[in-house]
Nanobody, 124 residues
Framework: QVQLVESGGGLVQTGGSLRLSCAAS????????MAWFRQAPGKEREFVAA????????FHADSVKGRATISRDDAKKTLYLQMNNLKPEDTAVYYC?????????????????WGRGTQVTVSS
């Protein structure tokens, strides 16, 4: 019912910036909690940031706090992740996820809908 498509990934040097986007269709976007996760080769999928419908609440992982900002445009049904001062350890496939309603969720199993991911590579 809900489809998510990420974009905006690419290759960037250490210290650079990227803005990831996730376009949503289906469902009622403004009522869905949205999140970004990332997964590097050989590692578990890890939480990056989450945002409630209407942008009332946001939550960022300690690993990216101060460098990444999650936001959403409910009119455009789009989720964003602005990433600054990128580090090699940020290299991963980045996924957006959606779940009806809101509470702080950091486990991938807590999200029902997923995009296919966009690759972010940070060179040193």
């Amino acid at each position: 019912q809900v489809q998510l498509v990420e974009s905006g990934g690419g290759l960037v040097q250490t210290g650079g910036s990227l803005r990831l986007s996730c376009a949503a269709s289906g469902g009622t976007f403004s009522t869905y909690s949205m999140a970004w996760f990332r997964q590097a080769p050989g590692k578990e999928r890890e939480f990056v940031a989450a945002i409630s419908g209407g942008s009332t609440y946001t939550f960022h992982a300690d690993s990216v706090k101060g460098r990444a900002t999650i936001s959403r445009d409910d009119a455009k049904k789009t989720l964003y992740l602005q990433m600054n001062n990128l580090k090699p350890e940020d290299t991963a496939v980045y996924y957006c996820a959606a779940e009806p309603g809101w509470r702080r969720r950091i486990n991938p199993a807590e999200y029902a809908y997923w995009g296919r991911g966009t690759q972010v590579t940070v060179s040193s």
